[in-house]
Structure formats: C-alpha cells, structure tokens
C-alpha cells in the first residue's frame, strides 16, 4: 500500500503546508474576534507581504513595460531582516487599509455586508496594482539560509529544508502571538474589546489605537505566511494571495470563527487532509476509472467546510451563537 | 465630506455610458448583447441581498447555464452535413430542423434545461446555507463555487467519460464528461459552439427580451407579498417571523431565482463567447456580479440592473480603449490589465462614500408609480402630512 507508505512524508508536508493555513487564518480570525467583520483584503496582504520581502533581498523585479520592470534596491538584506521589515511594511498597507476602507464605514455603523463589500474592492485593488507596477512574471523564491541543503532524509521521509522552516517560523510566531494574547496588557485588552467593545471603551481602553495595532499584527501574520510559502513554491504573481484567502476563510469557519485556537487546529487539519488526499489514487474497474485525489485537492477544504458546517454549524472549537432578542 | 448623492450617480453614470459607447473595437450589438448579460449577472446577485443574505454563489449558476447550452448544442443537437440542417435525436423520434442556422428554439430549450438543473443545485446550496448568515453563508457560496469548478473539470467522475477526443488517433481517450480542462465544445468543433444567429444583433432578439421579462418578473416580486416578505427577513429575521413569514422558504426562494436569472446570463453568454470551460466561473467574477448590485444598489430592481451594465461597461470600455492604435506599449499594458483595479475602486468608494448605490429606491417609486389605492384611507380626511 502506497499510500500508509507515504503517509509519515504527507503528514509532514500537511504540518507545513498546514502551519502557513494556520498562521494566516489567525490574521482573519484576530480582525474577526474584534470587529466582527472579515478583512477580504488579507490574500492581498500576503502578496504584499512576500513581494517587500523579495525586493528587500535585493531580488530583481519581473520583465515587461512595467514602471519596476527589471528593477532592484541597491541594497540586499539578509532574508530574515527582510522578512521582519517586509511584514512591518505589510502591517502597515493594513494599517492604512483600515484607516479608509473600514474606519469610515464603522463610524457610521453601517452594514457588515458593506465592509464586506469594500474589503473586496481593497483586495482587488491591492492585487492589480502590483501587476501594474511589477508585471505578473514568477519571481524565485529568495533563500532563507544561503548555501544550506536543500533537503534531507530522516527515516525514509525526504525533509525539505523550506518546509521545515516554514513550519518552525510558524510555530515561532504563533507562540510569540500566544504570549502577546495571554501573558501581556495589550493582549488582555484585546480580549477584552473582543467580548464587548462598548463596555472595554467605557473602562479606558482605546479602541480605535486597539483596532489599529490589530490590523498591524495581522498584516504581520498575513505577510510572514506569504513569504514562508514564497521560499517553497516561489512567488507565483500577484495573484498567489486569492487561492490562499478562500482556504483561510473556510480555516476560520471550521475552527469556529473568531475562534484563536480554532483557527491553528482548522489550519492545520486542511492542511494534513489536502496532502494526504492529493496521494490518494486507486482503480475502479467496474467504471474503468482511475481516481485520482490530486485532481480533487483544491476541492478539499471546501467540502470539508461544508460537512463542519453541516455537523457543527459553529465550527470545531467554536461556540454557539445565542441569538438575542 | 458629504457628496451630493444625485450629482456623483448622474456624473458616474453618465460618464461610464458616453465612455462606453464611443470607444472603438466593438460592434454595437455585442456592446449591447453584453450589457444584457451584465444585467442579468446583477438581477442574480441581487435576489439573496433582498433578503439580507450575501451569495457569492452566481458564478456557479452562471457555469451550469453555460454548460447546458454547451450540452445541449454540442453534444446533444447534431449537425447533418450533408444538408447543414440541425437534428435533435430524442431517442423515440428525431427531430429535424430544416434550417442551416443552430435553431433558436433549442436555445429557449438551452434556457430552459440551464434554469431546471440550476435552480436544483440552488435549492441544495440555499438549503445548506440555511442555518447560516452573513459570512458563513458567503463562505459556503464561494465554496460550492469552486467545488463545481473543480467537478466540471475532471476527465472522469464515476462511470461517466464523456465524448471520445477527436484528436487523439487511438480513439481511447476521453475528454471528460463536461469537456474537462478544454470545456466545450473544445476539440470538438473546430469553429466553435453554434451560432443561432446570422448576424450579431440578432442575439439581442433573445437576449433583450430576455432581460426586460427578468426585470419585470423582479419587478412584479419586489412589489408583491414576496417582496415584502424578503424585505421584512432582512430588516429583522426574528420579527419577521413573529409575523409569520416563513424566513426559510423565502431565503431559499431567493436563492433559487438567484441561480435561474445567473443561468439564463451563462446561456446567452456562452453562444457569443463560442467555448465554455470552467475558467468561466471564478471568485473575481463573483465581486464583479456583487459590485454591480451594490454599485447600483440594493434596495430595488433597477439597481443591480444598472450597476450590472455599468460594471460589465466599463470592463470592456477598459479593454477596447487598449486596442486604440498609437497608444504607447506602457499606456496599453496598464489599461489591458487596470480593469480589476477600476472594478475594485468603484466598490470601496461606493461603499464609503455611496452605501445606497447609483439608483434609489424613491427613483423607482417615481418612475414606476406604487398603485396607492389599495391603502387610502375611507374617509377623505387623509391625515396631515401624509403620503
């Protein structure tokens, strides 16, 4: 049987893959707990996120008739600095992104449906612009440690070096976000506005600068999970972030939206149950079909969303909403 | 900063339509042909807003009516070749009709087939959906969207292979019961799907009917108890309910219509975009359906109708204006690719500044007046600054 044979090395590639679904739900899910909105623009902020890092590396920018065609900085930081200042700026495109395409709508207590609505218009926005400025060519991925291995064995499973890292940067950050949410006076804070924002302003609490560091550790989460997944498939084009938005959102509903720990269980179950699907293959005789679960992959996180939905309409680790009279 | 509302709509409009209709590249008709199906895109995003429900579903409705026209006109109806004309194997009997043109009747049959399979997977979607609101629903609408894109591309599911793939000489191998990656009608008519028309206006005989029974059709509905019904379950669910609307039949209703009228978009769009695949159906599709409801807005019929044509307008303003020659190859870059850009500034700025769209609902009321009969008062006293 191939595919138990197989199945240590999908477990591992799941845990990557799955770490980077992890990672950028939470920036869906932290916007979500505090606000109750959902910031379409996050697939956006991970573009972003892995293009700063890759032009602060000194990468040389996509050929074309575009205004940074063939471009570079004179400069090339160290991977890591880059990563750290790549996911600032991105925290601050969010910043800004909150500052005109929510704030506005929420001073006025409109309609989620329109802060829905206009987070789209952001992200598309967000997205086309860098084809405008950059072109859409595939950009190599940057190196995070120069000159290492590309991968080892360990006990018949082939380790990618990217993929280790992606994961070990991702429990690094959630560890780090743990720890601002439950060890500091911020994150006591944040937790609070996210019970009830009206009583946490009454106490002293500024929500609005509450708000904004939130849409700043987000950018943050969004663009370290973008770069990670940049070192292993490359940057793919300006489009990379949309396929990774609707996973993460079917990541924060089945965890249980607005839920933390959900979201990093949810991320990474998707991310185990797709690679472990993409092995599946067997033979129907009786229909001559040869099934093959790699063509069904992308299709995986959402029929799992909709059989959670089914079961467990408030998600794995969520609770149940009490509608108020 | 408030702006006169009248002024921006009026200027936007305005500008968007005298853009459109001067900018070269384009026969009239097709301009027109595609308004319509721009139109119809906004009418199916809007039904799921009238009661409250945000559906990003449409792109899948939209796939089937295509897919249905491209089953039915593809693989189903055959063209004899020796006379030209066109017959419809009905297993007891075979229909013949003796004209060398693909038969319009067939395309009401497209139509209809299109509406009957996508109003099904809309009620088993809306059903899904019902225990949800808001952004689950949306989450589980882009889902089923990107599951039937997937499910359309496959070369086999279960016994069903499809038709055999003419290009391969061993005659094994199978396109895949919906075409697969090529879709249709792909490698099986080199020139395309058929065309049931002679000339390019001719389209708009189908499609501006079409569109003007639709729009009444939601006219009629919104007016009406449904109307009323959808109106009050989006206010306040729970109130709603205490008056006794039934929230779930009328979600689901919507829902319903909402895939029908994106069918019968995918059906009249498919015979002019000659080949249908499952490219057709993408999430950035789904923003451009629900910017042109909310761009119009949301509040009555005429908006998305409008917001509709002013999205799908300006796309191709977009694309034509590249085509003009002497453009510098910087200029043509940017304006070929700029469309999501535009597409996406239009949403936020209308959401901000705009939250109510292009076209009001006392708009309507003036163009198309309430019959107030019913509710004046008996007695001729009617109270002091009334209605």
């Known amino acids: ?325 | 900063m408030r702006v006169p509302r009248s002024l921006l709509s009026g200027l936007l409009l305005l500008s968007l339509l005298v853009g459109f209709s001067v900018v070269p590249g384009l026969s009239p008709a097709v301009k027109v042909y595609m308004l319509t199906a721009g139109a119809l895109c906004g009418l199916s995003a809007y039904l799921p807003l009238m009661a409250g429900q945000l559906s990003l579903a449409s792109p899948a409705f939209y796939l089937i009516g295509g897919y249905a026209t491209g089953m039915v006109s593809v693989l189903w109806v055959k063209e004899d070749f020796e006379t030209g004309y066109w017959k419809v194997p009905l297993g007891f009997a075979k229909i013949t009709f003796t004209s060398e043109l693909y038969p319009w009747q067939m395309v009401v049959v497209e139509l209809i087939l299109g509406a009957i399979v996508a109003a099904a997977f809309g009620f088993v979607v809306g059903t899904i959906a019902l225990r949800l609101q808001g952004i689950y629903l949306a989450l589980v609408t882009i889902g089923a969207v990107e599951i039937l894109r997937i499910l359309v591309l496959q070369d086999q599911i279960g016994p069903f292979k499809g038709p055999l793939d003419p290009g391969d000489p061993e005659r094994i191998r199978h396109l895949g019961p919906f075409g697969g990656a090529t879709g249709l009608p792909g490698q099986l008519r080199t020139e395309g799907m058929p065309q049931p028309v002679d000339f390019e206006w001719q389209y708009l005989l189908i499609a501006i009917p079409l569109v003007i029974l639709c729009a009444y059709f939601v006219f009629r509905l919104e007016r009406g108890r449904t109307g009323r019904a959808l109106a009050a379950i989006r206010e306040d669910e729970l109130a709603a309910s205490a008056m006794g609307i039934r929230p779930k039949y009328y979600k689901v209703l919507a829902f319903v219509l909402s895939a029908v009228f994106a069918s019968f978009a995918g059906t009249i769009y498919a015979h002019a975009q000659n080949a249908w695949s499952y490219r057709q159906a993408t999430f950035a599709l789904a923003t451009a359906m629900l910017a042109g409801a909310v761009v119009g807005g949301t509040r009555t019929f005429l908006g998305p109708i409008v917001g509709g044509m002013v999205i799908t307008g300006l796309f191709e303003a977009l694309r034509s204006l590249a085509g003009v020659d002497g453009l510098p190859g910087g200029l043509r870059d940017v304006l070929l690719n700029i469309s999501p850009f535009v597409q996406g500034l239009i949403m936020t700025v209308v959401c901000v500044f705009l939250s109510k769209g292009l076209i009001s609902a006392r708009l309507v009321d003036r163009l198309f007046p309430r019959d107030t009969t019913l509710f004046r008062p008996a007695s001729d006293a009617a109270p002091e600054g009334g209605r």
């Open chain 1, 1 to 325: 049987m191939s595919f138990v044979r197989n199945l240590p090395q999908n477990f591992f590639d799941g845990l990557s893959i799955g770490s980077v679904y992890a990672l950028f739900a939470l920036g869906y899910t932290l916007i979500f707990s505090i606000l109750r909105i959902v910031n379409f623009a996050h697939g956006a902020i991970f573009t972003i996120g892995a293009y700063f890092t890759y032009v602060l590396t000194g990468g040389t920018l996509g050929g074309g008739n575009f205004p940074f065609s063939n471009t570079r900085v004179p400069f090339s930081l160290n991977f890591w600095i880059a990563l750290v200042l790549g996911a600032l700026l991105a925290g601050l495109v969010n910043v800004a992104i909150e500052r005109f395409a929510f704030r506005p709508l929420r001073n006025r207590n409109a309609d989620t449906l329109l802060s829905l609505v206009s987070s789209l218009g952001v992200s598309l926005m967000l997205s086309n612009l860098i084809q405008n400025l950059v072109g859409s060519d595939p950009l190599p991925a940057p190196e995070p440690i120069p000159g290492s291995k590309p991968s080892f064995d360990v006990a018949s499973v082939i380790i990618q070096t990217s993929r280790l890292l992606t994961f070990a940067v991702a429990v690094i950050v959630m560890a780090g976000l743990w720890y601002l949410l439950n060890r500091t006076r911020t994150g006591k804070a944040l937790k609070a506005v996210s019970e009830d924002a009206t009583t946490s302003s009454l106490l002293g609490i500024s929500t609005n600068r509450l708000i904004l560091f939130t849409f700043m550790l987000c950018g943050v989460l969004g663009a370290v999970a973008g770069t990670m997944v940049s070192t292993n498939f490359n940057i793919t084009g300006p489009y990379m972030g949309s396929e990774y938005a609707l996973i993460g959102l079917a990541v924060i509903v089945i965890g249980g939206l607005g839920d933390i720990p959900g979201a990093v269980l949810g991320g990474f179950l998707l991310g185990i149950l797709q690679t472990v699907v993409s092995s599946i293959s067997f033979r129907i005789g009786f229909w001559d079909w040869d099934f093959s679960g790699s063509s069904w992959k992308d299709a995986v996180p959402f029929i799992t969303l909709a059989i959670v939905l089914l079961v467990r309409p408030q998600g794995l680790l969520g609770r149940a909403q009490i509608q108020k009279v």
